[in-house]
């Protein structure tokens, strides 16, 4: 795997090789794909449709927007949203990760999570949070990996389609 950033970005792929990069503005076609894709599957989000990309951009942090890239495609993303807008808040962001159907097995959440905690820690984040649904295993597990733990369940905290739905929310402190 390799890191880019920068104007090298179009320095795609070489071997099959899994390049993680900043997101940009002309990937959001793929990203939005690939977030329509755990739309449709129904255990990733509460959202039910794909927002615009200037809905998206206005509500994620411009910094830690990571996209991996294999055979020159997006395969995967990552972002942080703000949890509030309080200046005591400012180091605490939710995570948002998505892999691609296609591409699930390869490494891709695990090199992306990875990333992206290194990149929000260079950008001052002290603490990185998820809210998972319990049904996603592969979600859990990836987190739980990266040093996140349960702080507990929010129980019927949404509806989805009807159906009152859990989540795990779970946290990563920066080491101090």
Not at 152 to 167: A, Q, S
């Amino acid at each position: 795997m390799r890191r880019n950033r920068g104007n090298d970005m179009n320095n795609e792929m070489m071997n099959n090789e899994m390049i993680i990069n900043e997101m940009l503005s002309d990937d959001w076609d793929q990203v939005k794909s690939i977030y329509i894709e755990a739309i449709n599957k129904g255990n990733a989000t509460f959202d039910k449709e794909a927002p615009s990309w200037e809905n998206w951009d206005t509500n994620h942090f411009a910094t830690c927007r990571l996209v991996a890239r294999l055979e020159g495609k997006v395969a995967g993303w990552a972002a942080l949203t703000p949890i509030s807008s309080r200046p005591a808040f400012s180091g605490v962001a939710e995570v948002s990760i998505y892999i691609s159907e296609l591409a699930k097995g390869k490494g891709i959440g695990s090199a992306l999570l990875k990333a992206l905690i290194e990149n929000s820690e260079q950008e001052g984040f002290w603490t990185l949070q998820s809210g998972i649904f319990p049904e996603n295993i592969a979600s859990l597990n990836l987190h739980y990996k990266y040093g996140f733990r349960e702080v507990g369940v929010r129980e019927k905290i949404g509806k989805l389609d009807g159906v009152w739905r859990d989540i795990v929310l779970l946290e990563r402190r920066k080491a101090d």
